[in-house]
């Protein structure tokens, strides 16, 4: 079946080449003086289209080839088949790495007031709520990413080479982000390069550990919408310090270091 997800190079071309668009014009108004109500909403509804782009692409190249759509089909009908330890890794294990990363960072100095849960985004959006945004995104993202992405690149190369791929992929993906004013990753650039470079390398060891748990799972789509949603929550019900997160990556890496380790035929065979 992996040889029918051969359109690696129009997959990831419209699903960069699309949001890279929508995305750049909303940070374009984001920035502009005097911004009026309606464009307000041109921004939001750009920022929303371009979160959205990836899974029509995907939606496209399934309802093209019937062989696709039926092992999509099938994979959605084993969608809460998750075995109980992949199930609790999924929705635990980021949430947990985020405590456990504020209780190391009380040892060097950082304040205890992290753990205040506030119930405020520490990022703004336009026309939506920003928690919308953080439900949002992970389900429509995992729907392009592992129905059709991961797969597609998988067909050429080990599980390892494709999450680094796809990681690479998934920064640059980001990048016109960073510019939309006061949205996370905009927000996240301002505080430094160190915690630019965390976001960045964080990617890395995220889609390592979600991959996993996606093959683990028998390619299934729910485990990985849950571990993206828990990533988002996690990050942002807190109160927490950029430190913090650094933290937390290098925990999250001992993990991932661990998986490979353990799981060697899946990763590099």
Known sequence: ????????????????????????????ISHMPNITPWM?????????????????????????????LKDLKRRFNQT?????????????????????????????GYSISQFHISGHPTFTSALFSPWFILLF????????????????????????NTSLIFAAYWVFWHLPLSFI????HSNMVAEGWIYTLNFVFSLFVFVILMNWLYYKTNRNILVTILFHLSANLSNEIFATHPMSKVIQTTLLLMVSVGVLIKNKELFFK
């Open 1 to 28: 079946m992996m040889e029918k997800y051969n359109r690696t190079i129009f997959f990831y071309g419209w699903s960069l080449f699309i949001p890279w668009v929508l995305w750049f014009a909303a940070a374009y």
């Open 40 to 68: 307000v909403k041109l921004q939001g509804w750009l920022s929303i289209a371009g979160l959205t782009a990836p899974v029509l692409v995907a939606a496209l190249l399934f309802a093209s080839n019937n062989m696709l």
């Open 80 to 108: 809460f088949k998750i075995p109980s330890f992949y199930l609790a890794v999924a929705v635990g294990l980021i949430f947990v790495s985020m405590v456990v990363a504020q209780l190391i960072s009380l040892l060097f």
């Open 137 to 160: 995104a992970p389900v429509v993202e995992e729907i392009a990413w592992h129905t059709y992405g991961t797969d597609t690149l998988r067909r050429k190369f080990n599980l390892f």
């Open 181 to 184: 004013k006061g949205y996370y």
